[in-house]
């Protein structure tokens, strides 16, 4: 059965009757299986992915109105609900915990006929790059299963790699979208903050989480961004901004100004073959017309620490509700509420949640909240500045999506601090609040994917997938 690596292409041949959803969803759930050593999926619905694609078959054969996202087959990251079924964010302390409601984007991927095949693995909570932080255990690179495929969205990122399903869902609060689509080759979009409803997704950063899409091709970034878009009254920082028909526009050629950062490029942690595609993009950049121009960026220092005092601290207080007392794990053997609260969380968090916490608590304590908290919310206004200046005068920064391509599975995981500055050129985006994207641009020597990524104003998605676009067709011809 042929795998279909755009939405598009599968809409027309089940139009034309070639194929059908059930035959899709039938394909995907044994390529599950047979790819069962990549660790992706953490659990399919088989029986409803089955019985929904039987459902759009039949809208089909009796010439009834189609949703925009017919026979898309997707898979969504464990840290978004869907009612009635597990969610754990790939955390011990969620075990068995079943959501009582379904998020947003999961209502509306569903209303325009999109099947949902099953849940992915992530790092724990979604903090991390390497998907070795879960509770089921690390999920392998298709490219070599040697190497981490990128995290917290490691398995959204590895699902459409490997053709499990032909799009998905990841978070990004720091990256967690565009870097594992860099480490895999493939597209991913983080949306401005509050372009998409955050309700029923689980919160690590309130405010830099957003839920963005993972897929094989800028069309169906944006196709599953209009479904997904959108004011939502359940969050209160989703934007009443009205959503623009994202795929209708992608066909306009213009030519951009774009800023990239020297600093970035002759950045001292960057790969050679990295900076070298960026360098090749520039160039080819400049000769289809663009304007691209080196610019300052002195604070890219800043932008890691400060995410992390920022983030630690958010997540110190977002997981706090994970007590042993409302939902998931309870340990067995505690005797009263302190020991319940103790050993709950000391056995249902792991390591890197743990340390999180512990730094999170720590930089908002009495003591030390006016040296690290309140410094850090001050370095993040000077990063935004600094940023939207740029984005004032120019349509889009361009900078790698990672300094190095992707890394064997256990070389980081012992050593935080070389993960978190792995992190460099994604969180800017996060801490700023704008839109950005990774597109696989190149690979190296050795046949490992290269991601560029490419910042704009916020709420200038439209903008952002129409270059995209443009710029991809002429890099693939
Ligand atoms: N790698 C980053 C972190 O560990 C980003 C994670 C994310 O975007 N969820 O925090």
Redesign the pocket.
Known sequence: MEIYRSLKNLQHDLLLKKTTCQQQVETYLQRIKDFKSLNAFIETFDTEAIHTAGLIDAKIKNGEPLGKLFGLVIGIKDVICYKGHSVTAASKILEGYVSVFSSTVVERLLAEDAIIIGRLNC?EF????TNEHSVYGPTKNPIDERLVPG???GASAVAVKAGLCLASLG???????R?PAAFCGIYGLKPTYGRVSRHGLIA?GSS??QIGPMANNVYDLAIIMEVMAGKDDYDATASSNEVPPYTSLLDQEKKYAIAYYKDAVEHPSIHPEIRNTALQLIQRLKELGHEVVPVDFKEIDYIVPA??VL?TAESSSNLSRFDGVRYGYHAKNAQDLDSTYTMTRSQGFGKEVQRRIMSGTFVLSAGYYDAYYSKAQKVRQLIARATLDTLKKYDFILCPTTPTPAFPIGEQVDDPIA??L??IF??QA?LVGVPAISLPCGQTQQGLPIGMQFMSNKFEETKLLTFSHQLMANLNN
């Open positions: 790092d979604a903090m991390g790059s995290g917290s969205s978070s990004d609060t720091g990256g967690s979208i870097q690590y830099f989480d995410y992390y983030t993960m978190y792995g992190d994604t969180v996060n």
